[in-house]
């Protein structure tokens, strides 16, 4: 997640979340405003592909994951079926082990003695809702389009809907296309909350991502029924964000990135010795800038968003909320602020790759301004700033730490940080943990499985990424 996604140097929308709740194991974020957009980040390895590379190439029969929400401790396999090469085609099955055992244990003919638990165990073992099953086809239609359909049926009690999702990417010279179609759609907010919209739908326009310059997106969104939240027994309600309202949403997005190096080491790399990431394997102390703005226009229940009651303080930016058409428009600026520093050439059997990653978020521009203008005039008279000020200033910080433990083994930790100035007694609290081990596939140039584990979410999984940093 991001949580499930670690920290990363790309662009600043880039935030589809992975998460073992489901089988395609991908949750968008809810759109806030102006960001996150909401939007997918183009094509990525699909989970079953994912399974199949672990079962062929990493000596993997069985795929471990555990996550609360879906019954606890699973185990997943994958079955291809011989087509095409430019056709992929697979039927991805889930075995829910915790709640197996769970019930075996609860069954009195497998306590009273051995001679009925083999019975028991096979009894069990027929249960419908142990398993999950997912079928998905990956259609190279053409080397610039690729369409994949999806369907996954869950039988346990915790998630009964089954869940289908089209995509359509095409890639343009220097843009990707992205159409979606998903039911449910499941959606992640901030504070780790899951939910579904029966019905999401989105149309993306993105420029590639560069290492400096200009990028946009563009992206018309609907989403279509009441969201509620996913595999929730609370009998009280909860509001739904109202950006996964019922409506229609275009979203643009502008932003500028500059790089610059204050040092790179020119240490000769050992000789007949491939690093284990060509993508770390240079050591650096780096910055980097992001500027930028959001505009939205919405039509429906999810315009109500542009005139909710933290619009007063600036968080929203300028935004306009029309009634008797039931739309609204928003706008904000943002920016970011980044420091990498990274010793070490990964080359080495042990130590040789120690990395640091700070990132600074300003997602409401009008916000940091006001504050930043209110602190400086109170400078110039000679008064105190009030916390107000100084809070309206505060970016959202995430940092993130990478060690190499031996070999193609490193440790990863990545974590948020909140400042919340009014709160005198805790002004800072960390949130939002995921520590990790990491295996780089050195024949791959720049792949690795990692092995994650979000404390705050009870979340565990397994996954394959590529040229990600």
Not at 105 to 120: C, D, H, I, M
Not at 238 to 256: D, R
Request: net charge neutral.
């Amino acid at each position: 997640m991001n949580r499930l996604r670690w920290v990363g140097e790309g662009d600043i929308w880039e935030l589809d979340m992975s998460t073992p709740v489901t089988l395609e194991a991908t949750a968008r974020a809810v759109s806030d405003d102006p960001l996150p957009l909401g939007l997918s980040r183009g094509t990525r390895l699909s989970r079953p592909k994912q399974a199949e590379f672990f079962h062929r190439f990493m000596a993997t029969p069985l795929i471990p994951s555990f996550s609360p929400l879906h019954g606890g401790f699973s185990l997943q396999r994958v079955l291809t079926f011989p087509f095409p090469n430019n056709w992929f085609v697979s039927l991805l099955g889930q075995f829910d082990v915790q709640r197996f055992v769970s019930e075996v244990k609860k069954s009195e003919a497998f306590v009273r003695g051995s001679a009925s638990r083999l019975n028991t165990l096979g009894k069990h073992l027929k249960d419908k809702s142990l398993y999950a099953l997912g079928f998905c086809s990956e259609l190279l239609l053409t080397p610039e389009d690729t369409l994949l359909l999806s369907y996954d049926s869950y039988k346990c009690d915790l998630n009964k809907n089954p869940r289908a999702k089209a995509v359509f990417n095409h890639k343009f010279p220097l843009h990707n296309l992205t159409a979606e179609a998903v039911w449910p759609g499941l959606f992640v907010d901030k504070d780790g909350e899951y939910w579904d919209v029966p019905l999401s739908m989105a149309i993306d326009l993105a420029s590639l991502p560069a290492e400096s310059g200009l990028s946009y997106h563009l992206c018309l969104h609907h989403n279509s029924g009441s969201p509620k939240k996913f595999s929730s027994d609370d009998d009280v309600e909860v509001a739904p964000p109202a950006s996964l309202l019922p409506g229609l949403s275009l979203k643009s997005a502008f932003s500028y990135r500059a790089n610059m190096d204050l040092w790179r080491g020119i240490t000769p790399k050992l000789e007949n010795c491939k690093p284990y990431d060509i993508f770390l394997s240079s050591p650096h102390v780096s910055v980097s800038g992001i500027i930028g703005s959001v505009m939205t226009a919405a039509f429906g229940e999810n315009s109500i968003r542009t005139k909710l009651e933290k619009d007063s303080e600036g968080v929203g930016g300028f935004s306009l909320h029309l009634p008797s058409v039931n739309s609204g428009f928003m706008a904000d600026a943002l920016g970011r602020a980044s420091l990498t520093a990274q010793y070490g050439n990964f080359q080495k059997l042990f130590f040789d790759l120690t990395r640091f990653h700070a990132r600074l978020d300003f997602p409401h521009g009008l916000k940091f301004l006001t504050g930043a203008t209110s602190v400086a005039q109170e400078l110039l008279n000679s008064r105190q700033p009030s916390l107000e000020a100084f809070q309206k200033i505060c970016p959202e910080v995430s940092v993130s730490l990478q060690q190499q433990i031996v070999g193609p083994f490193s440790l990863r930790a990545e974590s948020g940080i909140q400042i919340d100035l009014k709160n005198g007694a805790n002004p800072v609290t960390i949130h939002n943990t995921v520590v990790a081990v990491e295996y780089a596939l050195q024949v791959l140039a720049s792949a690795k499985a990692v092995a994650w584990y979000s404390p705050k979410q009870r979340e565990f999984m397994i996954e394959l990424r590529f040229y990600e940093t």
